[in-house]
């Protein structure tokens, strides 16, 4: 059993920048591959980015050059560092983990509960 809690959300102007943090409790942690996804109202809920167990990333094109995910294993914690933020940014970000873990949402069996983004112009 994993559990998440996410941090770091508020508002912030345009071309500021944020970062998220995701804890997660349980043991392994380094074993699993974590997945930040957001939704924004009246959206389904999309990838953003991810990092493997490895520490290969991978990142949606909407946020490539502007976010970058990391983890640091002995915090047993991941991190999204949000640079450049647009209005489009806006929405609930989520943190979830597999043992696999890729850019769909069922791809993740642990969720967190997310983190409310801001973005004003």
């Known amino acids: 059993q994993v559990q998440l809690v996410e941090s770091g959300g508020g508002l912030v102007q345009a071309g500021g920048s944020l970062r998220l943090s995701c804890a997660a409790s349980g043991r392994s942690f380094s074993r699993y591959g974590m997945g930040w996804f957001r939704q924004a109202p009246g959206k389904e809920r999309e990838f953003v980015a991810l990092i493997r167990w490895s520490g290969t990333t991978y990142y949606a094109d909407s946020v490539k050059g502007r976010f970058t995910i990391s983890r640091d294993n002995a915090k047993n914690t991941v991190y999204l560092q949000m640079n450049s933020l647009k209005p489009e940014d806006t929405g609930v970000y989520y943190c979830?983990?597999?043992?696999?873990?890729?850019?769909?949402?069922?791809?993740?069996?642990?969720w967190g509960q997310g983190t409310q983004v801001t973005i004003s112009s």
């Open positions: 979830a983990a597999d043992r696999s873990g890729g850019i769909t949402t069922d791809s993740y069996q642990y």
